[in-house]
């Protein structure tokens, strides 16, 4: 069965960091492209950050940009969300999810999808 589990969300002050992780079971991530999206409460999920299925290329919604990296772990079958500097607008719900070939920034285009994790950035 595939599955992607998300962990390591959590509560956190502004200006905080959190790492989140994505393991894959049931498939090797060695030939998909991962993206993370997130879903805060009434606003549609957006697209944060995808990595190739190689590691070689990333790309960030430009909110982001400077404070978030994607990295890839083919060995362990998962995939991190960096995030740093965190700020109140990057609370939601986060997920990640997984696309055989290239990744897109439109989350119509992704196969599959975990259940989310939420971030919380609050003092």
């Known amino acids: 069965q595939v599955q992607l589990v998300e962990s390591g969300g959590g509560l956190v002050q502004p200006g905080g960091s959190l790492r989140l992780s994505c393991a894959a079971s049931?498939?090797?991530?060695?030939?998909?492209?991962i993206g993370w999206f997130r879903q805060a409460p009434v606003k549609q999920r957006e697209f944060v950050a995808r990595i190739n299925w190689g590691g070689s290329d990333t790309t960030y919604t430009d909110s982001v940009k400077g404070r978030f990296i994607i990295s890839r772990d083919n060995a362990k079958n998962t995939v991190f969300l960096q995030m740093d500097s965190l700020k109140p607008e990057d609370t939601a719900v986060y997920y990640c999810a997984a696309r055989s070939g290239w990744g897109f920034d439109d989350p119509k285009w992704w196969s599959y999808w975990g259940q989310g994790t939420q971030v919380t950035v609050s003092s």
């Open positions: 049931g498939f090797t991530l060695d030939y998909y492209a």
